[in-house]
T-cell receptor, first 115, second 112 residues
Framework: AQTVTQSQPEMSVQEAETVTLSCTYDTSESDYYLFWYKQPPSRQMILVIRQEAYKQQNATENRFSVNFQKAAKSFSLKISDSQLGDAAMYFCAYRSTSSGDKLTFGTGTRLAVRP | SQTIHQWPATLVQPVGSPLSLECTVEGTSNPNLYWYRQAAGRGLQLLFYSVGIGQISSEVPQNLSASRPQDRQFILSSKKLLLSDSGFYLC???????????FGQGTRLTVV
């Protein structure tokens, strides 16, 4: 069974600085998708970035980028030039392409941004 | 465009009462549907997922059940609620060629 682990329950970053959130996963599959979702206080789930496992190039979306290490089963999120609006709960997620499209989330990392 | 509707937004129920939460997707066909629960300050726990009508996979054996009576309708139920069923429930959908998941607004359930 696939599992997703986020070992940092809470993180804090100074505004305009850079922060990296960690995520590791366990799978025996070779083809899958990885995601980072943001959940602000409104509780609405917002997609931040996604990575296809077959792509070697790390995904980038403006200030957000990932470090995808397939062999190490690691998928970290880097937030550059942190803004107050980045404060939220961040979830790493794994989507299987073979096990009935099962979508599994980690336990989340709460990010605080200090002004 | 596709939309997902989840209701009610807030629910307060006494212990031992039944539960029915409904999720409906519009603008697509044959979606994969998911129910998650989020306890206060915790992560998303996958409860059930469905890849088609009548096809339900249960992740956590507990006091809840799910049904998919129609292609785009996913229902989460309980015959008798427990205090531990309190939490924030999220419905989501995906499609085979759409890799990301889209979420409903969620239901905050408080069992008293």
């Amino acid at each position: 069974a696939q599992t997703v682990t986020q070992s940092q329950p809470e993180m804090s970053v100074q505004e305009a600085e850079t922060v990296t959130l960690s995520c590791t996963y366990d799978t025996s599959e070779s083809d899958y998708y990885l995601f980072w979702y943001k959940q602000p206080p409104s509780r609405q789930m917002i997609l931040v970035i996604r990575q296809e496992a077959y792509k070697q190039q790390n995904a980038t979306e403006n200030r957000f980028s990932v470090n995808f290490q397939k062999a190490a089963k690691s998928f970290s999120l880097k937030i550059s030039d942190s803004q107050l609006g980045d404060a939220a709960m961040y979830f790493c997620a794994y989507r299987s392409t073979s096990s009935g499209d099962k979508l599994t989330f980690g336990t989340g990392t709460r990010l605080a941004v200090r002004p | 465009s596709q939309t997902i509707h989840q209701w009610p937004a807030t629910l307060v129920q006494p212990v031992g009462s039944p539960l029915s939460l409904e999720c409906t997707v519009e603008g697509t066909s044959n979606p994969n549907l998911y129910w998650y629960r989020q306890a206060a300050g915790r992560g998303l726990q996958l409860l059930f997922y469905s890849v088609g009508i009548g096809q339900i996979s249960s992740e956590v054996p507990q006091n809840l059940s799910a049904s998919r009576p129609q292609d785009r309708q996913f229902i989460l139920s309980s015959k008798k609620l427990l205090l531990s069923d309190s939490g924030f429930y999220l419905c989501a959908w995906t499609r085979d060629w759409v890799t990301e998941a889209f979420f409903g607004q969620g239901t905050r359930l408080t069992v008293v």
